[in-house]
Structures are given as structure tokens and as C-alpha cells.
């Protein structure tokens, strides 16, 4: 089971990794980035630094770097969907997942509903082409409606001349 991609490049978006980290660390800014006490490796200095321009983090010290997403992954001992979720919880977002499976039987039913559908539309046709043979009875009908009519303009120019 995954996350559709789109939903997960909108939490990465959402989320302000600053903010998100300030929730657990607290950051000081130097010049364009914040720097901090790394929440993955104890010390005491701060290698902690955090990009807001790109949303990423790098820790000097023990070398982890990512994203919001990682950043909830490895502090919570998440998994992606879970980090993901996690975040989009707190960003007020929606999440739309794909199954692999989910999918796969979608496309089963899908194709079974086209079988059905090709099937009914044979039957449709050959149940035309049973009413292209009934045209007996059509021409049938027809041709006493027109013999009626023809009665009718028989009888028509004979009660003229009178
Ligand atoms: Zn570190």
C-alpha cells in the first residue's frame, strides 16, 4: 500500500521542516539557515542544520540528512507511509492511496466488466441482425400497409371522378 505521489509531494509542501523540527529541537538561526542540537545523535554543540529554503536537514555530526518526511521517519521510528501520514495529519491533509493490489483487481473487474459489456453489445448485434432476419414479418407488415394504402389510392381516384 502506498501514498499517490502528488498527495505526498503536497505534505512535503505543506510541511514548514523548521516549525516541524522546532517541535521537537530548538533551532537558532545563522544567517539562512537554523541550526541546532541534533535530535538523532547526542551532543553539545549544534550540527543540526535545517534549510528552509529547500526543506532539508543535514546533521554534521552524524551525518542525517533529509526531509520532513525522514525527519518524522527516523525521530518517530515511522515508516514512509507513516511519517507521510503523520505529517499529513498535521498539515489538515487528505491522503489517497494506492494498492498494488487494489489496482490489479480494479483492472481485473474492469476487464471483466469490458467482457460483459463486449458480450451484451454482441448480443445486441446478434440480436440485430435477428431483427434484420425478421424483416419477413417487417416487409410483411409493411407491404400489407402498403397494399392498404394502396387501397387507399385506389379508392381515392375512383371517388374522385365521381
Ligand atoms: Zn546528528
Redesign the pocket.
Known amino acids: 500500500m502506498g501514498i499517490v505521489d502528488e498527495d505526498v509531494q503536497r505534505v512535503r509542501e505543506a510541511t514548514d521542516l523548521v516549525e516541524l523540527a522546532r517541535e521537537h529541537i530548538a533551532l537558532k538561526r545563522v544567517g539562512r539557515r537554523f541550526v541546532g542540537l541534533?535530535?538523532?545523535?547526542a551532543?553539545k554543540s549544534g550540527?543540526?542544520n535545517v534549510n528552509p529554503d529547500l526543506g532539508v536537514y543535514m546533521?554534521?555530526?552524524?551525518?542525517?540528512r533529509g526531509d520532513a518526511i525522514t525527519f518524522v521517519r527516523e525521530l518517530e521510528h515511522l515508516d514512509f507511509v507513516g511519517a507521510v501520514e503523520r505529517l499529513a495529519q498535521r498539515a489538515g491533509i487528505t491522503l489517497r492511496y494506492t494498492d498494488a493490489n487494489v489496482t490489479k483487481d480494479r483492472q481485473r473487474k474492469q476487464r471483466l466488466h469490458d467482457a460483459v459489456a463486449a458480450e451484451a453489445s454482441t448480443a445486441t448485434r446478434s440480436g440485430a441482425s435477428r431483427s434484420v432476419s425478421r424483416p419477413t414479418t417487417g416487409t410483411f407488415s409493411r407491404s400489407r400497409s402498403s397494399s392498404s394504402s394502396s387501397h387507399a389510392t385506389i379508392s381515392s381516384p375512383r371517388a374522385s371522378p365521381t
Not at 541534533?38 to 545523535?41: A, D, E, R, Y
Open positions: 541534533c535530535p538523532f545523535h551532543e550540527s543540526f546533521c554534521f555530526g552524524c551525518q542525517a
